[in-house]
């Protein structure tokens, strides 16, 4: 029975950090040697981290990136390797290596360069034209990088046409919500269509607003699982392949044998490259079984919430983070997602009551502290709200107070966690949500002033599924019921609701999503049976607050279409959308 054993690392890379990534490709060869793997598998553009963005301008981190590669060949003795660099031959590639028992053999370069969303690959690279099967171990193996095996007709089905009994697939491919079963469906289809088995080797962590998943998997040529990687998490997966069952199924249909034709005169070659004739070694350790569930929601997007937190704190060495707490749902589960992501010790709160704070969020604020087990500093601003209000008395003279008091309220509070930040090293974590974010409820330089946005492309409906989600995982409940039962509510003027000046969320949250992620006009939406006044007001907020937008720091993306990354739009812009 013809098999062969397979090696995925799932790997947590970051940009531009040569000496750890191969470090850890390094680790993971060795392993893969002692489970007697014939070959192992790295995700896209390992060797350097993804996405390199205009690092790829410099030559230094070519040149780097092409040492750190012949340190990976020469760590290679008695296993084949594929693993993804930045080739250079009169222009840059993303590429991946092929590497046999010491030798580079071949390199493949990406031919479908992405465009789209938070790609933007053909601003860096040259487009491959060609596709071989590789001999590995006596097995015909197409070798594809990412956006090329989500065509239909792409170089996976060339390669598989021309002999490729396994596809390799390995991979960058960032999560956003819904993301991981619609990437499954996709390889499911190419692996029954293509009468193969597929292997995706996907990345995993954080890379600035970035989250990788992981999930990387193995699915027969019926379209099956065979084995499934950790959900945000380093792993690797280890899985003999029965090629024999591929051989089988292709001489059972007759389909097959009639497609071959179509690609008899196709546009990419194929030649065939022979790396290695037998597998591995006779005798393989045994594998132990392996199960892995992946979590669906809302715990995927809390998981990538806590790791893409923890990448961006962790992998640019910043020790602690500091957050603004108002007892209320937004700061709560902000500090929640940090001390799963950073410890405990690692996360300061800090409660600023005004006049205008109702005993119940103090508490709340100081409840949740001690839930989570973190530090709490409590600085009041009414001295300084008060020195403002003297200092602009003259000026205000005869004008109404109104959301300009309420503003530096916020900014009062922006000031003095920034100047904890200063002074201790501390990294400022915001709170607002993408509800927020979207329709411009925020205050410059106040509730927007830090360095990481956690939930800034979470929905506030979405904000409470997270926090029941997080109070549900077993033990103390660290959110307090009070927090997720009163109204949203922002304090800076008495008796003060978010809706005074929002839709109700449960209403507000679907226009959004209607409006910024699926481009859907006013009558579309109110198709949809949402009063247009409430699309009207906000379409009109949503446009009207692109220039805050632009002023926001990073943040986590877990949505299809997120501010910044996803959605550009232009300041000056006359045109309405409503």
């Known amino acids: 029975m013809r098999r062969l054993r397979l090696g995925m690392a799932q790997i947590n890379t970051t940009v531009g ?21 014939d070959i192992i598998t790295f995700p896209e553009l390992a060797i350097c981290g993804y996405p390199p963005e205009d690092l790829l301008f410099k030559p230094k981190f070519i040149d780097e990136n092409l040492r750190s590669l012949d340190k990976v060949i020469n760590g290679s003795s008695g296993i084949t390797v594929v693993v993804g660099f930045v080739d250079a031959k009169g222009d840059i590639y993303n590429a991946a290596a092929v590497i046999h028992d010491g030798e580079l053999v071949d390199v493949y370069h990406k031919i479908y360069l992405p465009n789209y969303g938070v790609f933007d690959e053909n601003r860096y690279f040259q487009a491959g034209s060609e596709c071989p099967v590789w001999v590995i171990a006596g097995v015909n193996v197409g ?51 293509n009468v193969a088995i597929v292997a995706h080797n996907n990345l995993v962590g954080g890379q600035d607003e970035l989250v990788f998943d992981g999930n990387s998997i193995v699915l027969n040529e019926k379209g099956e699982l065979v084995a499934r990687g950790k959900q945000f998490e380093e792993d690797l997966i280890v899985a003999d392949l029965d090629v024999e069952a591929v051989f089988r199924t292709r001489l059972h249909d007759p389909r097959w044998r009639k497609r071959t034709l179509l690609f008899e005169e196709q546009r990419w070659q194929a030649p065939k490259v022979i790396v290695s004739e037998e597998p591995v070694g006779a005798q393989k350790p045994t594998l132990a079984p392996r199960h892995v569930e992946a979590k669906g929601m809302p715990g995927e997007i809390y998981d ?13 060495g910043i ?16 500090a929640a ?69 309420e503003n530096i309220q916020a900014r009062i509070r922006g000031n003095l966690l920034m100047a904890l930040s200063n002074k201790f090293g501390w990294l400022v974590l915001t709170t607002g949500n993408k509800s927020e974010m979207a329709t411009g409820y925020t205050t410059l330089y106040g509730d927007m002033a830090g360095g990481f ?36 509510s922002a304090e800076l003027r008495p008796d003060q609701k978010d809706t005074d000046s929002l839709p109700p969320y449960d209403l507000l949250d ?54 910044g990354r996803d959605r550009r739009l232009p300041i000056t812009n006359h045109f309405k959308g409503y």
């Open 17 to 37: 950090d040569f000496k750890g990534n191969t470090e850890k490709i390094l680790e993971a060869i060795a392993e893969g040697r002692s489970r007697g793997v």
């Open 143 to 193: 070798i594809n990088i990412c956006e090329d095996i989500w065509y239909e007709a792409g170089p996976a089905t060339v390669q598989a046409y021309a002999g490729a009994e396994v596809i390799v697939n390995i991979s960058a491919s960032p999560y956003h919500l819904g993301k991981r079963s619609f990437r499954e469906r996709m390889l499911g289809a190419r692996a029954s269509d």
């Open 304 to 316: 990538a919430l806590a790791l893409g937190t923890h990448d961006y704190i962790v992998k640019n």
């Open 319 to 334: 020790k602690k983070v500091v957050i603004g707490l108002s007892g209320g749902i937004d700061s709560s589960i902000v």
């Open 337 to 405: 997602i940090a001390v799963d992501a950073l410890g405990a010790e690692n996360v300061i709160g800090v409660s600023m009551p005004s006049r205008f704070s109702s005993p119940g969020s103090i508490s709340d604020a100081e409840l949740l502290t001690r839930n989570l087990g973190m530090r709490l500093l409590t600085i009041p601003i009414e001295k300084v709200f008060q020195a403002y209000l003297d200092v602009l008395k003259e000026p205000f003279k005869g004008v109404k107070p109104d959301v300009t008091e």
């Open 453 to 488: 946005a956690v939930i800034k492309d979470v929905p506030k409906t979405m904000v409470y599924q997270l926090a029941k989600y997080r109070n549900a995982l077993g033990g103390r409940e660290p959110i307090p019921s009070s927090v997720l039962e009163k109204p949203p």
């Open 510 to 563: 679907p226009v959004l999503k209607a409006y910024v992620e699926e481009d859907k006009s006013v009558e579309q939406i109110s198709a949809m049976g949402i009063p247009e006044e409430v699309i009207k007001k906000a379409a009109r907020l949503v446009d009207s607050s692109e220039y805050k937008r632009r002023q926001a720091p990073p943040g986590v993306k877990i949505t299809p279409r997120a501010f």
